[in-house]
């Protein structure tokens, strides 16, 4: 292998008699250079939003959720939840109850998700700091107070300095529909925006949260939840999530965060992965031009090739030189990108270069540097130029 690397290196940097072969395989390594920094920093960019967006979920969502197997509701009580309860790497438990509801302010009208939470809920959870209007409390005394997603607000003109009560609506427990008086098979409770806060575009549209016993006096609940949210101890989620899992058995779900968002976290991985094929191609057109010098160089070099093999050497080792050639040129560009693109980052990411456009609450793009993208990306660039330097070898001729 020594033999061909050493030929395949004098032929790139040596001058070639026909300059058009230096230009197109410098373009060749700047192009290359130029996909590969692209790829880093667009994929660190990703990166950054998607841990934004991870990290807002976190503070509405917990680490775990236990839901029933069937059902809609069950009670929290037994043995097993008696250990849960007690168990030293869960440092919140929080009671829930969640549901669709009908929501009525002045003349508008929507439908919501409502969260009925209790007070660990309110005195732990981490959504106060994404209140925009208002104070995050859902109890003033014994009047319930709700805290509303920005897309509810804005869509019914909500807002917590207004006296007007939102009215929640639910079908009643055992009650039949009366064609005469439909609202009689509704039960319903008043509640007072208390704060509007933003957490996504998701959670913004839909949901309204509300204290756990006025979510239970609407739905006609005793002593039922829809689930327990558990908030675990840093690093255990996954060590917990198998203990309860056994401890409850099959008649409860344990689930994680990326379980209770699945399209989310898959559309997210989609949209990456999709980017990163796109950027892949854009390389892959860049490295045509490998082939171009390459199957140029070939020609040229027709009458070295004849005396090497008047030496005695064979096909194998004149088609590696060549490949080696061709393939040197994409990594000295793949090196180059790195580099690049690495620097970018780090750049981006202490100083905030770019700033995001439009009022944001962020000022600059997010950046964060994966080590799984870095080999990722030169895997794959490597490939590239080697299986396009291995296609310009159909042009070597005996």
Not at 194 to 210: H, K, N, P, Q, Y
Not at 254 to 264: A, F, I, K, Q, T
């Amino acid at each position: 292998m020594k033999l061909p690397l050493y030929i395949a290196k004098r032929y790139l940097f040596a001058r070639k008699s026909h300059n058009v072969i230096n230009v197109i395989s410098a373009i060749s390594a700047v192009g290359m250079a130029i996909g590969t920094a692209a790829l880093i920093l667009i994929l660190s960019v990703y990166n950054g939003f998607d841990r934004i967006i991870e990290d807002s979920l976190s503070d509405l969502d917990p680490d775990l959720c236990i839901v029933p197997a069937a059902g809609r509701s069950f009670i929290p009580e037994g043995e097993a939840f008696d250990r849960i309860f007690d168990h030293p790497d869960i440092s919140s438990i929080s009671s829930v109850v969640e549901d669709k509801v009908f929501l009525s302010y002045g003349s508008q009208q929507a439908i919501v998700k409502a969260k009925g939470v209790d007070e660990i809920y309110e005195e732990e959870s981490a959504l106060r700091s994404h209140v925009l209007e208002g104070e995050f409390t859902l109890r003033h005394g014994d009047i319930p107070k709700a805290a509303v997603g920005y897309g509810v607000a804005a869509n019914m003109g909500i807002h917590p300095r207004f006296v007007e009560k939102m009215v929640l609506y639910y079908p009643r427990r055992g009650a039949g529909v009366s064609i005469a008086n439909p609202t009689a098979s509704l039960s319903s409770v008043r509640v007072s925006p208390g704060c509007i806060f933003s957490i996504s575009s998701d959670a913004d549209a839909e949901l309204v949260v509300l204290p756990l016993e006025t979510m239970r006096q609407l739905l006609g609940y005793g002593s039922e939840v829809t689930s327990v949210e558990l908030r675990t101890a840093p690093g255990r989620t996954k060590a917990v999530k198998k203990e309860i899992s056994a401890l409850l058995g099959d008649g409860f779900k344990v689930l994680d965060r990326y379980e209770s968002h699945p399209s989310l976290y898959k559309m997210m991985r989609y949209e990456k992965a999709a980017i990163f094929i796109i950027l892949l191609f854009v390389v892959l057109i860049v490295a045509l031009n490998i082939f171009g010098s390459l199957s140029m160089l070939i020609i040229e070099k027709e009458e070295d090739t004849a005396t090497l093999r008047a030496m005695g050497a064979d096909d194998r080792l004149i088609r590696r030189i060549f490949v080696l050639e061709g393939w040197l040129t994409s990594l000295i560009g793949l090196v180059v990108g790195l580099l690049a693109g690495l620097g970018l980052a780090m750049l981006q990411q202490k100083l905030g270069i770019i700033k995001m456009p439009g009022s944001f609450a962020l000022d600059a793009y997010p950046v964060i540097v994966s080590g799984a993208d870095i080999l990722l990306t030169a895997a794959s660039v490597a490939l590239v130029g080697l299986l396009i330097s291995l296609a310009a070898l159909k042009n070597l001729e005996r």
